[in-house]
């Protein structure tokens, strides 16, 4: 419907309803930025603060880039904390969490609605030095350091037009407010394409730099067992997510030479439950004897199984690698949070 591949006549008024109610959105977008602009409701933490954020509604690859500046910032010694909204949280954590809990056992996460308010547990409770942010552009009621911005390279405006007709949560201009930006899964779509990406955000926010990455697949995980990736290559596997960008998922395994027999998308954040699982070995048994199934690790958090189906059952770790401009992305976050790059 949004990406207007839905041509019928119901589809063509629904779509132009969509676009006039992004009208009083958008006011109310220009005008809660103008307010905080001003300082209205902003709260400081007393520490520094690091936002990952993006302007489009989906999947850019957040968790990874979170994963990756937490990481960066306890190799120069500093206590960390991430705070997070928790959409999709269950029993007080979400699936993002819970990933970054497997991959960052040594970072806590604190989730809630009200992000100001968790800055004080996460200082009193943690001792916490710096915080990150994730998912918090928007969330301009704690004030931060650095704003990083994620523009993933194969959607980057969300079908050019705010919500609800498109999938911008503000306008491109919002890209002015960023210390540094990040176009993400760059190599999923031609060079020209990042190049000519690269242009239009120069256009928008000319004196903020601009880093390119790769959301590259690190191992396969089930657990307490690691496999490399090159050891499914060639054979028949079934895959399924619940995550903001599943045709991402499917990318990444189609570039590793994994024959995809059946695939399967849930929802972003999908809750599973017992029904869901049993739906999901009466799919799996469907594969040959001798498949695998593959899933996210975000996903794979919430059910913690090694099989489905009598087929392995295997998470596929996903980290944030930079193809261009690491170094003054790295530069950038350690001068946020008070460190310099050569020192530990």
Known sequence: MVRGTARDPAAFLLRRALWLARLPYGLGVWWRNRRFDRGHDVHRAGVPVICIGNLTVGGTGKTPCVEYVARLLREHDLRVAVLSRGYGAEAGRNDEAMVLE????????????????????????????????????????????????????????????LLPRGGLRESRQGLRRA?????TRCDAVAASDVDRLRDEVRQIAPEVGIARSV?????????????????????????????????????????????????REFPDHFAYGREDVDELRRWA?????????????????????????????????IG???????????????QAAGRKRDSK
Request: proline share 5%; with cysteine.
């Open 179 to 183: 210390g540094m930006i990040v176009l």
């Open 102 to 161: 497997e991959n960052l056992p040594d970072v806590p996460h604190y989730q809630g609605a009200d992000r100001v308010a968790l800055v004080q547990t996460a200082i009193e409770e943690s001792e916490s030095e710096v915080l990150v942010l994730d998912d918090g552009f928007q969330h301009r009621r704690l004030a931060r350091d650095l704003d990083i911005v994620l523009i993933d390279a194969t959607d980057p405006w969300g079908s050019g037009y």
């Open 285 to 317: 048994a469907d594969l040959p004897a001798d498949a695998l199934v593959v899933t996210t690790q975000k996903d794979w958090v919430k059910l913690r199984l090694d099989d489905l189906g009598g087929r392995p059952l295997w998470a596929l770790r």
């Open 320 to 334: 944030l690698q930079f193809t261009q401009g690491q170094d003054e992305f790295d530069r950038t976050v350690l």
């Open 215 to 263: 959301h590259a697949p690190l191992e396969l995980t089930n657990g307490e067992s690691r496999a490399i990736v090159e050891s499914i290559r060639g054979k028949p596997v079934g895959a399924f997510c619940g995550i903001g960008n599943p045709e991402a998922f499917r990318r990444t395994l189609t570039s590793l030479g994994i024959e995809i027999r059946l695939f």
